[in-house]
């Protein structure tokens, strides 16, 4: 059965449809109100947008799954969305990409910690925060304003046993309740507040607390009155930064979209009683879908997840949605009240779509510049290193040792500029020595080329290093019989003893002295200026270039991650090495008192944190041994000793 006839018999009621390759795969998913008159748009010719003629000839069938109503359609829809990855819709990367606040009420004495997902267990959610960076400068101004607790429940513990509160206390960026410096009802009332700060309901907190710097005026409380009116001129000036865009103050999402091609800019500003809160970029590539197809499925995806925060009152759109009302049915659902999801065509609000309309502009002109910068990098590369095409996908490898221990290399992965943070990898070294930084490598050489039917091959390896390092990398190419581009990275003094002054780099230096420009291929380092040399396979003398070659900078961020990610894995190590040898030294404690405690407890750090209680929990642990082991873990901090 054809297209067209599959589509002339599908259903007329509301749901998701699939579109299917000769082999099975998901090409696209799209939800409606009439199935069969949707399907047959796109089969028949009646859909005019450029993208359809490309599905239709890749599609070889359509599936169809039926929903109560078009809200549901719009559910199902997001979740095969992110589950199948179809080539012509248009994905939102998911919330555990970007940090956020989170508040349990229910803990005795509440405290902000940062996660990465959010989710349905009764704690309140802030955010998400694009950056570490953006997060730390909300904590900042929030701990001057409501100081609540930093520190974990372990650590709480352990000042309550001693009966005397941290450093935080004295610096006034904790009011001590570990010590019971201040009262249930008081620490409450910074906690709301927090969460007031945090949801941008000024209003409401300024109200609050001037009300209360009124009651402590009239009852002669004037210390107390002091500290509120210091809170309110913190809270005040917090807000003057903030600009306020509509005069109506309620809370909005507001959206801008703006397009180049297939590249696509979504920004979002998050308006809290009339003041921009936030805002938040989704950049989107290769999109096939039209404009309004684009935000009703960027939205649908958006509202879908769990978002952190309130739901806003209003949702103001640059385009009108095509998606029958689903999802303000949905967020009124969920939200047990109207959520207005428009497009406003004149005034105060539609200025603001305008707003958020421009941010999407300059987000998107800037990742076109980022990209141009990016490809004349892999062009200059291309071009000097004589490679068989723009190395648009780099691995580069590093080998890292402590005095001959805890051996450890690093692959990282760069596509078109950007750390593919998902392909690294890190290896333990099995079987070479650990002090032969060459044998190292080869060993972990090795056991990636012989995935590389799994893992595919860049188009560019990289390791840290010169001739040494290159010619381990180019044997172990020619030992699994493939042929590919490589290249190794040194500073002046790795570079296999060679004098600077010989050869291609005299007459280089030459040149550039002439010229009246930085000595070509120096960087400024630590310990000086210091050339960087890039060797090539076959090639006596290394290539140079200027310190601010586009290609040379880039090679040097992938030689520097791998180098930063190989330290990483290494201190861990280190740091559970050093961890299990206090563990060995517990008086009494056993090999399987010490499994049972890892496994029950699931980490080193949480036996070192937990009570005495919760010790005595563990399976084969008494009450004296979680004492004792309690005991010894206290008296080494006391000590100073740098294992806990």
């Not at 997840?305 to 739901?311: A, L, Q, V, Y």
């Not at 892999?378 to 190395?391: C, Q, S, V």
């Not at 190590?573 to 010490?594: Q, V």
Request: with cysteine.
């Amino acid at each position: 059965m054809g297209l067209a006839e599959r589509a002339a018999s599908l259903p007329t009621g509301p749901g998701v449809y699939l579109f299917k390759s000769d082999r099975g795969r998901i090409l696209y998913v799209g939800k409606a109100q009439n199935l069969r008159v949707r399907v047959r748009q796109y089969v028949g010719g009646g859909d005019g947008r450029p993208r359809i003629p490309r599905l239709v000839e890749q599609a070889a069938d359509v599936d169809v799954v039926l929903t109560p109503s078009v809200k549901d359609a719009l559910l199902l829809e997001n979740e095969l969305i992110k589950r199948h990855k179809p080539p012509f819709n248009v994905r939102l990367r998911d919330d555990k990409q970007y940090l956020a606040l989170r508040l349990d009420p229910r803990e005795a004495w509440p405290r902000l910690t940062k996660v990465r997902r959010f989710a349905d267990d009764g704690a309140s959610y802030f955010g998400p925060y694009t950056s570490s960076t953006s997060m730390r400068e909300a904590l900042s101004n929030l701990h001057r304003i409501f100081p609540l607790r930093t520190c974990s429940n372990a650590t709480f513990r352990d000042y309550a046993r001693r009966g005397r509160p941290c450093i935080e206390y004295e610096m006034k960026r904790c009011p001590g309740p570990c010590c019971e410096r201040i009262g249930a009802e008081d620490y409450a009332r910074l906690v709301h507040g927090t969460v007031l700060f945090l949801r941008g309901r000024s209003n409401q907190l300024m109200r609050e607390l001037e009300q209360r710097m009124a009651q402590a005026a009239e009852q002669q409380a004037f210390e107390a009155a002091a500290h509120l009116r210091d809170q309110i001129g913190a809270v005040e000036r917090t807000l003057a930064r903030q600009q306020i865009v509509a005069e109506r103050l309620e809370d909005r999402d507001v959206f801008g979209l703006a397009r180049d091609g297939g590249e696509v800019e979504v920004h979002a500003l998050f308006v809290r009683d009339g003041r921009v809160v936030g805002s938040q970029g989704y950049a989107l590539s290769d999109v096939a879908l039209d404009d309004g197809e684009l935000l009703t499925s960027f939205l649908g995806q958006y509202y879908g997840g769990d978002r952190g925060g309130e739901m806003p009152r209003e949702v103001l759109a640059p385009l009108p949605l095509d998606d029958d009302g689903a999802l303000e049915a949905w967020l009124r659902e969920r939200t047990r009240r109207r959520v207005a999801v428009r497009t406003p065509r004149r005034g105060a609000l539609r200025d603001l779509v305008a707003m958020a309309s421009s941010n999407a502009a300059l987000g998107l002109a800037r990742r076109l510049e980022a990209r141009e910068s990016v490809d004349a990098a892999l062009e200059e590369l291309r071009e000097r290193l004589g490679l068989r095409a723009r190395p648009r996908r780099i691995e580069g490898y590093d080998v890292s040792t402590l005095h001959g221990t805890l051996t450890v290399a690093s692959r990282v992965v760069f596509e078109d500029g950007q750390p593919a943070r998902k392909d690294y990898r890190r290896y333990r070294i099995r079987e070479a020595a650990p002090d032969d930084d060459c044998a190292c490598l080869r060993e972990v050489l090795q056991r990636r080329l012989a995935r590389a039917q799994s893992d595919p091959l860049p188009d560019l390896l990289m390791v840290d290093g010169g001739k040494g390092q290159l010619a381990v990398l180019s044997a172990a190419l020619a030992d699994a019989g493939l042929e590919l581009d490589a290249v190794g990275l040194a500073k002046e003094r790795e570079a296999s003893g060679r004098v600077a002054g010989a050869g291609e780099e005299t007459r280089a230096s030459e040149r550039s002295r002439e010229a009246g420009s930085p000595r070509p291929g120096r960087v400024r380092r630590s310990g000086g200026l210091k050339a960087e040399r890039i060797f090539l396979p076959q090639r006596k003398n290394p290539v140079l270039l200027m310190p601010r070659s586009r290609g040379l900078l880039l090679l040097q961020r992938v030689r520097d991650e791998a180098h930063r990610f190989a330290l990483e894995f290494q201190r861990s190590l280190r740091s559970k090495a050093n961890f299990t040898s206090i563990l060995e030294e517990l008086p009494g404690i056993g090999p399987s008192k010490r499994s049972a405690l890892l496994k029950h407890l699931g980490s080193l750090r949480a036996v070192r944190e937990a009570s005495a209680e919760a010790l005595a929990a563990v399976p084969g642990i008494s009450l004296r041994d979680a004492r004792v082991i309690r005991g010894f873990f206290d008296a080494a901090f006391e000590e100073g000793d740098e294992r806990v």
